[in-house]
């Protein structure tokens, strides 16, 4: 899973509680990703960051939050706003750079974690 | 944001046998990826491909690129029952302002290798 942690790798949560899913890179990557997968589905954007202390919103961020304080770390955290938060969570990161042969926008993943509300 | 459609959904084969898995966009890209995902964990990087190539080759993976018909197509040859998964093209998606894109995901191919 190329040097990206999350964790836990299993997650339950009790409806109308925070939960924050941790994501960490040692890669030095300066852009870092998180994604949603509903079974049968592809990845939904969530978040994104591009370089620390600055983030985007991607194309499903209601009911979900994040910061970067660090290069190394994007948690997200799941609040209770998000109405159907129950899915397997993926955080990624890429280099960003250009010139690269494998390409500056490959993305490595994390092993990913899935949560579910009770 | 545009997104790779893969096609077939699922396909299921024998061990030994080749599997051929296609990817169709809708407008001009600068690449294309294709990715791996074993069940429940996360995508690995495959293999990428350029617009101004036309196939490219990884060991028993074979990827081409047709920018006419705006398609791909990932074969995996002499299959094994370790490459079941799932298999997703990107394409590029949204823009960041740093020039680079984030890839957009198509639905992916499920594949089942059978010993």
């Known amino acids: 899973d190329g040097g990206i942690t999350q964790s836990p790798k299993y997650l339950f949560r009790k409806e109308g509680q925070n939960v924050t899913l941790s994501c960490e890179q040692n890669l030095n990557h300066d852009a870092m990703y998180w994604y949603r997968q509903d079974p049968g589905q592809g990845l939904r954007l969530i978040y994104y960051s591009q370089i620390v202390n600055d983030f985007q919103k991607g194309d499903i961020a209601e009911g979900y939050s994040v910061s970067r304080e660090k290069k190394e770390s994007f948690p997200l955290t799941v609040t209770s706003a998000q109405k159907n938060p129950t899915a397997f969570y993926l955080c990624a990161s890429s280099n960003g750079h250009p010139g690269l042969a494998e390409g500056r926008n490959t993305q490595y993943f994390g092993p990913g974690t899935r949560l579910t509300v009770l | 944001s545009q997104q790779g459609e893969e096609d077939p959904q699922a396909l299921s084969i024998q061990e030994g046998e080749n599997a051929t898995m296609n990817c169709s966009y809708k407008?001009?890209?600068?690449?294309l990826q294709w990715y791996r995902q074993n069940s429940g964990r996360g995508l690995v990087h495959l293999i990428l491909?350029?617009?101004?190539?036309r196939e490219k080759h990884s060991g028993r993976l074979r990827v081409t690129l047709d920018t006419s018909k705006k398609s791909s197509s990932l074969l995996i040859t002499a299959s094994r029952a370790a490459d079941t998964a799932s298999y997703f093209c990107a394409t590029d998606g949204r823009p960041t302002p740093g020039g680079s894109y984030i890839p957009t995901f198509g639905r992916g191919t499920s594949l089942i290798v059978h010993p």
């Open positions: 491909i350029r617009s101004n190539e």
């Open positions: 407008t001009s890209i600068n690449n």
